[in-house]
C-alpha cells in the first residue's frame, strides 16, 4: 500500500488543528463574552461551514484563491506559484471547513465556566491576558482539546472540499480520502480496504482517547 | 482608613452610597437586593462606578482621574461560592497569587500561611474533595497569600451552619487583629453582623442608612425594621 496519502493527511490534518488553534480560541472567546449585537449573525457565519455543502464551500475557496483572483495573483507574485491546487491552498481550505468543529466546543466551554474565577485571578494580581492563559484555557481545556482533535479528525475525513481545492496531485494534494476514491474507482479494492481499515482504527483511537481524557478532566471541574 | 463614595446607575437599580470605614471589621448589612455585594465589586474594581471615590489608606483606586484595574488595587476577594480553581490543588490555589519570580520567597511564606491557618493537611488536595468550611478557609487563604490591604468577604457564613460558623467567625477574627487588615463583610444576618462586626454599615436600595457601632444600630432603628432582616 502506498502511504504517502495516509501521511499527507496526517500532516494536513495537524496544520490545520494547529493554526485552528491560534485561530479559533479568540474567535471562541470572543463569541462566548460578547454583548455586542448581532452577535447572532457572526455565529451563523461561522458556523456555515456545518451546513453548507463541501463542494460549495470548495468552490467559494478555489474562486477566491485561483490564479484569476487578487488572492491567487498576489500569492503568485510572492511564492512563484498558485496558491489553487497547492497543499497550503487546502490548508486555507480546511481551515475554514473545520472551523466550527474547533469554536463551538471551545465557546461551551467558555460559557460555561464560572465568570467570578476570572474576576478571583483579577484580584490576585492578574492581568487579562494572564488571566486568559492561566484560567480560562485551563478551565476550559475540556472544549480546547475537544475542538482541537475533533478538527483534526474532521480534516483527516474530509473530501469535496479538498478535491476542490486541491484535486489529486501526488504527493502534494492527494490525500487519503481521494486515494481510497481513486482505488475504488480503478476497482483496486485491497488498497481502498487498507487504507480505509487505518482511517477507521485512527478515528477510533482517537475519539477513545478524547472522551477517556475528557472524563478524566470532567471530575475535576474542568470543563 | 477606608472612604468609600459612589454613585452607579444600573437598568432596574441605583446605587448611591457614602461611607468610611478603619482597620476594623466593617459589616454591610442589608436585605438581598440592597446593592451590598455590588458596592464590594465596586471597591474591588469588578465593576466601575459612574462617578464617586474609593481610596484605601490614602491609596486612589477610583475618582475622577484614576481607575486601577482589580490587579493593581491590592484588595483580596472572598466570593460567596469561593471561585476555587477546580484543576489546581489547594497549595497551588493559594499560591496562584504569588509571583513565581519570588520561588524562595513564596516558599518561606507559604510554610507561614500552612502554620497560621493549619492547612498542611488540604494542601494537596483537589477543591473537589473539599468540604463546605475548608473550602471556605482555603479561599480566605487564598485571597489574603499576595498580602493586600484590605480583605472583601461576600456572605462568608451563607454556606456554613452550626459550630463551623461559629469556628470561621473566629478565624475571621482572628486575621483581621493578627494581620491588623482592614475588612469589609457582607452578610443578610443582623444576629451574625453583631457577633463579628466593629462597625456597621446598612444598606437599603442602593442608599446608606445606617452608619456607625454595631450597637447603635439598635437605637437608631425600630423593631419592625430591624425584625425584617
Known amino acids: ?223 | 482608613m477606608i472612604i468609600v463614595s459612589v454613585k452607579k446607575q444600573m437598568p432596574d437599580f441605583s446605587m448611591d452610597a457614602t461611607w468610611r470605614a478603619g482597620r476594623e471589621i466593617t459589616v454591610l448589612f442589608g436585605p438581598s437586593g440592597s446593592g451590598k455585594t455590588t458596592l464590594l465589586r465596586l471597591i474591588a474594581g469588578l465593576e466601575q462606578p459612574d462617578e464617586g471615590r474609593v481610596v484605601i489608606a490614602g491609596r486612589v483606586l477610583f475618582d475622577d482621574q484614576t481607575n486601577l484595574k482589580p490587579e493593581q488595587r491590592k484588595v483580596g476577594f472572598v466570593f460567596q461560592d469561593y471561585a476555587l480553581f477546580p484543576w489546581l490543588t489547594v497549595k497551588e490555589n493559594i499560591l496562584f497569587g504569588i509571583p513565581k519570580k519570588n520561588r524562595k520567597q513564596s516558599a518561606e511564606w507559604m510554610q507561614t500561611l500552612e502554620t497560621t491557618f493549619q492547612i498542611s493537611q488540604l494542601l494537596h488536595k483537589h477543591p473537589a474533595h473539599l468540604s463546605g468550611g475548608e473550602a471556605q478557609r482555603v479561599a480566605l487563604v487564598r485571597a489574603l497569600a499576595p498580602k493586600p490591604e484590605l480583605l472583601l468577604l461576600d456572605e462568608p457564613f451563607s454556606a456554613v451552619h452550626g459550630q463551623l460558623r461559629s469556628e470561621l467567625r473566629s478565624f475571621i477574627k482572628n486575621i483581621q487583629q493578627q494581620w491588623d487588615i482592614p475588612v469589609i463583610l457582607v452578610t443578610h444576618d443582623l444576629t451574625e453582623a453583631h457577633l463579628i462586626g466593629d462597625r456597621l454599615v446598612r444598606l437599603e436600595a442602593g442608599r446608606v442608612t445606617y452608619e456607625g457601632s454595631v450597637d447603635g444600630l439598635a437605637q437608631n432603628s425600630s423593631s419592625e425594621l430591624l425584625a425584617a432582616y
Open chain 1, 1 to 223: 500500500m502506498n502511504w504517502q496519502p495516509l501521511w499527507l493527511s496526517f500532516e494536513l490534518a495537524l496544520v490545520t488543528m494547529l493554526l485552528l488553534l491560534v485561530i479559533a480560541t479568540p474567535i471562541a472567546r470572543f463569541l462566548a463574552f460578547t454583548r455586542m449585537r448581532g452577535r447572532g449573525v457572526m455565529e451563523a457565519v461561522f458556523a456555515l461551514p456545518l451546513v453548507l455543502p463541501p463542494t460549495v464551500l470548495g468552490y467559494f475557496v478555489l474562486v477566491s484563491i485561483g490564479s484569476r483572483s487578487t488572492v491567487g495573483q498576489w500569492y503568485h507574485d510572492l511564492f512563484g506559484t498558485t496558491f489553487a491546487f497547492s497543499f497550503e491552498g487546502m490548508v486555507l481550505a480546511s481551515i475554514l471547513y473545520s472551523l466550527p468543529f474547533a469554536v463551538q466546543p471551545m465557546q461551551n466551554a467558555f460559557e460555561a465556566l464560572d465568570k467570578r474565577m476570572i474576576e478571583a485571578s483579577r484580584t490576585l494580581g492578574l492581568n487579562a491576558w494572564q488571566s486568559f492563559f492561566r484560567v480560562l484555557l485551563p478551565g476550559a481545556r475540556v472544549g480546547v482539546i475537544t475542538g482541537a482533535v475533533l478538527s483534526f479528525a474532521h480534516t483527516v475525513g474530509e473530501f469535496g472540499v479538498v478535491l476542490m481545492v486541491g484535486g489529486s496531485i501526488p504527493g502534494e494534494t492527494r490525500v487519503a480520502s481521494i486515494a481510497i476514491y481513486e482505488h475504488v474507482e480503478n476497482l483496486e479494492y485491497a488498497d481502498a480496504n487498507a487504507m480505509a481499515l487505518v482511517l477507521l482504527a485512527f478515528s477510533f483511537i482517537v475519539l477513545s482517547v478524547v472522551y477517556h481524557y475528557n472524563r478524566r478532566l470532567s471530575r475535576l471541574g474542568t470543563l
